[in-house]
């Protein structure tokens, strides 16, 4: 019987999983509507299920398919990139990081966001010292394997000691085809559960995180 290798790396996005940023597409696609009549959203959970890992293919999802449509939307969200800073944390994931860090796993964050934002909130919240890597949009995009084939590299990890945390259906996919150990969906982020269904587990607090990085 082949034996599992326990866990090494554990590896986190950032929002809708370390930081809680789901006020944000709302605002953002609130102001998107003004400027170019796309769909209102009535609720958290029904924009919930416009969200892509891509900018684009949520854009796309709402119909904003022409080039010039596009280019106005995408400089909008430049626009309102300030939206994503000065965040909190979602409640308790620090002592989640401060006790996974006491059990000698290495930390990193995998993101597409980009780390002139993520790296002021992580040092503003005291989780910054916590992480050993912080992998941004500059290493690439999930759902590609780039940034967490690096990280696994800057590790010393092999994929099957490893793990993702991710909110979204593109991490879940970049982490099964870079054939880690497992991949970890949480439900509390920026995606409905349904479509996390790739993941091997999924939570729905942070404490929950744990009890199945092993």
């Known amino acids: 019987m082949k034996t599992i290798p326990k866990t090494k790396l554990i590896m986190f996005d950032y929002d ?10 709302m605002i ?24 892509e890992a891509n900018f684009e293919l949520s854009l796309k999802r709402l119909g904003v398919l022409d080039k010039k449509k596009l280019n106005i939307a995408t400089k909008l969200y430049h626009e309102h990139a300030e939206l994503w800073k ?3 944390l979602f409640p308790n994931i620090k002592e989640i990081l401060i006790q996974l860090k006491n059990m000698d796993y290495k930390l990193a964050i ?43 590299k800057l590790t010393g990890t092999n994929p099957d000691e490893a793990v993702l945390i991710d909110d979204m259906d593109g991490g879940i996919i970049a982490a099964k085809n870079a054939k880690l150990k497992k991949a970890i969906g ?8 349904h479509r996390l269904h790739m993941a091997d587990v999924i939570v729905d607090t942070p404490e929950e995180i ?3 990085v092993e």
Not at 28 to 51: D, H, M, N, P, V
Not at 136 to 151: A, L, M, V, W
Not at 186 to 193: A, D, E, K, N, T
Request: net charge negative; proline share 4%.
């Open 16 to 25: 809708g999983v370390i930081m809680n940023s789901n006020h944000c597409p």
């Open 110 to 152: 995998v993101s597409n966001n980009h780390n002139d934002i993520m790296i002021p909130d992580l040092k503003k919240n005291n989780v910054f010292d916590l992480f050993d890597h912080v992998i941004d949009n500059s290493i690439g995009y999930k759902p590609e394997i780039t940034q967490i084939i690096h990280c696994l």
């Open 186 to 193: 949480v439900s509390y982020g920026y995606q409905l559960p």
């Open 86 to 88: 000065n965040l909190a």
């Open 28 to 51: 953002f696609y609130e102001k998107l509507a003004q400027r170019l009549g796309t769909k209102k959203f009535a609720s958290w959970e029904e924009c919930r299920a416009i969200l």
């Open 210 to 212: 744990l009890d199945v």
